[in-house]
């Protein structure tokens, strides 16, 4: 069995998006003392314009973390748990091509 050059890249934009995701989320939480969430928007002004790019990259693990605790807190349904998780893993594979994608301008990957 062999992959297409394609499917290898998209995998490896996904794995590169989720584990970017957990580190600036993680990152964030060491330096400032508080939990990254999307409630970062809410504060108003500066501090959320700020917070944008945290959240935008952080994303799928904000998505996925809220995800996994509302499914054991809340017990939300099958299909909510399926859909986010759809959706958190279109975001990191996008987030991830664009975070590959600086690496190799920078000449890094």
């Known amino acids: 069995m062999s992959l297409e050059p394609a499917a290898v890249e998209a995998l490896k934009s996904?794995?590169?998006?989720?584990?970017?995701?957990?580190?600036?989320?993680?990152?964030?939480?060491?330096?400032?003392h508080r939990r990254a969430g999307f409630e970062?928007?809410?504060?108003?002004g500066v501090r959320a314009v700020a917070s944008v790019?945290?959240?935008?990259?952080?994303?799928?693990?904000?998505i996925i973390r809220n995800t996994v605790r509302g499914r054991r807190i809340e017990g939300r349904p099958f299909f909510f748990v399926m859909a986010?998780?759809?959706?958190?893993?279109?975001?990191?594979?996008?987030?991830?091509?664009?975070?590959?994608?600086?690496?190799?301008?920078?000449?890094?990957?």
């Open 53 to 62: 790019p945290v959240v935008v990259f952080s994303a799928p693990f904000l």
């Open 14 to 32: 996904l794995l590169v998006g989720f584990a970017f995701a957990g580190l600036l989320a993680s990152a964030f939480e060491l330096f400032t």
């Open 84 to 109: 986010a998780s759809m959706i958190a893993s279109l975001w990191s594979l996008i987030s991830g091509r664009v975070v590959l994608d600086l690496l190799l301008m920078l000449g890094a990957a």
């Open 40 to 44: 970062l928007l809410e504060t108003g």
